[in-house]
């Protein structure tokens, strides 16, 4: 008996992360929105070519993740990103300032991540689905904030190490307010999009593959890029270049 293109895909992967791969990158990549309700489990099925429990299992993946959440008689529906902290609100660093530190931690993270990260693991597939999400992002035309932070935040997470990812946390809240100052002064294009998505792959796939010099390059080298994307103010004069080799 042939094998349908479906079962094809499941020959390495299991049904419900296929699912929860394709509904992560929906999602992250805007098709469905904070607050919308995704279709029923019924219609997902059917879309997909599975059964209702294995899309049951993937709602599930996405939920602990805390990106969907089931509200009974209701439905499923999209989880927004956490708002920042409300103690960043009167006092918002600038873009250089969140930038820096991000490099002091970010270039670490993404070393530990290559060297600590086991292969065919959940959690690597949903970095690979918030890559996607950035691929295929129909909204090109704005800075991808919440796929940005969500694909930084995973890189973390990719460590196992709980008291690095609380550390770099308040970057990422303080990045989300700092860039919005910052997308009024300089429009973001679809170019810088693709860019971004390229870095964010490169980053990926050195991880994937266990190269934590590459890893860590690739990280800089995506950091760099977005602060001379979005700072006005010339270029970053610490730490230099290559500080982290």
Known sequence: MSETPLQVMHLSRRAHEFVAHELLVLVLSGRFRP???????????????????????????????????????????VVGPAPPETELAGDVPGLRDVLEARLVFEVGTARLAARRVQRGTE?????????????????????????DVAFHRSIAQLTGNQQLVSLVAPCWQAMATATAAASTRSRWTREDTARAAS???????AVRVGDAELAGFAMERHLR????????DGPLDGPPARFFA
């Open 35 to 77: 607050g919308d309700r995704l279709p029923p489990e019924r219609q997902l099925a059917t879309t997909f070519g599975v059964s209702r429990p294995t899309v049951r299992q993937a709602l599930g993946v996405l939920a602990a993740h805390g990106l969907v959440e089931t509200r009974v008689g209701s439905g499923t529906f």
């Open 123 to 147: 959690d690597l597939e949903l970095v690979q689905a918030i890559v996607e999400a950035l691929e295929r992002s129909p909204d090109r035309d704005r800075f991808p904030i919440e796929i």
């Open 199 to 205: 870095q964010h792959r490169a980053v990926f796939e």
């Open 225 to 232: 890029a977005e602060l001379g994307r979005l700072a006005d």
